[in-house]
């Protein structure tokens, strides 16, 4: 893949930096107008058809704004139709989207309820991932735990 982001905190938000690296028979591509669009994994699109700037080298990025570190994207990155084949579309997805979620298992608020261990959202009030605790002998328990059982 040739499409990269890399996160970065400013002023309290999140921005990604999309990176592009374009290529033509090989070769590093400069001098493109490329253009970025961005969909969460359920289809809605959220950046269209937005220009990329130049780096250097067949290099070129786009500052994406609105990025929200929980949310799982699909980029595609297009460098027109100067480029052929495999050469015009490069594509990606934020590979820190996973990780949104995995800081939510260790920020937000968890409790065993029973023989139950739950995960909460940001609002530490609606559960988002429900375990069963189970012994070793695979009976339900709150007490000596040996695994959990997603449910």
């Known amino acids: 893949m040739h499409c990269r982001g890399w996160k970065h905190d400013f002023e309290g938000g999140n921005i990604m930096i999309i990176i592009a690296f374009f290529t033509e028979i090989g070769t590093p591509k400069t001098g493109l107008s490329p253009t970025v669009d961005v969909w969460t994994v359920d289809g809605t699109q959220v950046v ?46 934020n590979e820190n989207g996973a990780t949104g979620k995995i800081l939510k298992f260790l920020k937000n608020k968890w409790e065993i309820k029973g023989n139950q261990m739950i995960f909460y959202d940001d609002d530490d009030v609606i559960p988002i991932y429900t375990y069963n605790l ?3 002998n695979d009976t339900p328990t709150e007490k000596d735990v040996f695994k959990s059982v997603h449910t």
């Open 48 to 93: 269209n058809d937005q220009a990329m700037n130049e780096i250097a080298g067949g290099f070129y990025n786009y500052d994406f704004t609105t990025y929200d570190e929980d949310e799982d994207y699909c980029i595609r990155a297009d460098g027109t139709a100067s480029l052929s084949g495999a050469d015009r579309y490069v594509y990606s997805t």
């Open 134 to 136: 189970k012994t070793k």
